[in-house]
């Protein structure tokens, strides 16, 4: 009589799991949910992605062409104003769309292997995905139209997108909590990034600015991300002393702890909700 031996499990059922491949699970399943719903939940989507900023510029480009004021020392305008725009848009991207993530998955959390960090995560990924494709095609075209768009210090440029892209992070992640707690809070945020736009420097270098005018914009983190990115593309554009990569990761890292211990402390009740 032989001895029995212990059968593998029925087709259909597996192991348990570790809580690291729950998570990834999770993530890969919310990240392709959101991808299919932002490239095709409205007709040609994907196409206005890449046609928004490129509109944009087209549009700046007209009015400073008008107004006669559309050299800089140095730098091409039309490029200047492109990463000036990618920049800024790294950050709301990443940041302002992403801060909605929990009440848009609102019906996703009644299941218990998904919280409501979860489904930030998964859009903050995805739209920094999509931001950094954006200005690769841009910086692609602009090529092919003749343009220099070799970055002299890459280095330089892809710290300050990244950090632009952690900073929207850590404001999404802050905010969504806010979000669902005090709803209010979703319309002042706003009414603060319409002004947010101007005091960027998207249209202009800071050292156009008096003295005065230009310390108060330069606490403002999206400029020394758009001025270091500027710096980055462009071997003879002046940049401020005052621009600081420091101060730049200082906003994106505080932003980033403060949104995830907030996740953390709010967890249960956002899942309540």
């Not at 990618?86 to 950050?91: A, R, S």
């Not at 200005?135 to 075209?141: A, D, P, S």
């Not at 230009?214 to 400029?223: A, G, K, S, T």
């Not at 001025?227 to 980055?232: A, K």
Request: charged residues 10%.
């Amino acid at each position: 009589m032989t001895q029995a031996t212990p059968s593998s499990p029925p087709p259909g059922i597996t192991s348990t799991r570790s809580p690291w491949q729950v998570a990834w699970a999770v993530w890969h399943a919310l990240f392709m949910r959101e991808a299919l719903t932002r490239l095709y939940g409205r007709r040609m989507a994907w196409l206005w992605l890449l046609l928004e900023p490129l509109v944009h510029v087209g549009f700046l480009m007209l009015i400073f062409s008008t107004l006669r004021q559309r050299h800089l020392s140095g730098v091409d305008f039309a490029l200047f104003l492109a990463l000036g725009f990618m920049g800024y848009q790294m950050f709301v991207a990443t940041g302002r769309r992403c801060a909605s993530a929990i009440g848009a998955n609102r019906g996703l959390l009644s299941y218990r292997q998904v919280l409501p960090v979860d489904t930030v995560l998964a859009r903050i990924a995805l739209e920094s995905t999509l931001q950094f494709i954006v200005l690769v095609l841009l910086l692609l075209l602009a090529a092919v139209a003749g343009f220099d768009v070799l970055p002299h210090d890459p280095l330089i440029a892809c710290a300050a997108l990244a950090l632009l892209a952690l900073m929207g992070a850590g404001f999404a992640l802050t905010f969504s909590v806010l979000y669902v707690l005090v709803p209010e809070t979703e319309k002042l945020v706003g009414f603060i990034f319409v002004p947010l736009y101007f005091l960027s420097a998207i249209m202009y270098s800071p050292a156009m600015l008096p003295v005065t005018a230009r310390e108060w914009l330069l606490y403002n983190p999206i400029v020394h991300g758009v001025e270091l990115i500027r710096s980055g593309f462009f071997p003879g554009y002046h940049v401020l002393p005052e621009i600081s990569m420091g101060y730049l990761a200082a906003w994106a890292l505080s932003l980033t702890v403060l949104g995830l211990a907030l996740q953390r402390r709010f967890a249960k009740r956002l899942q309540a909700l």
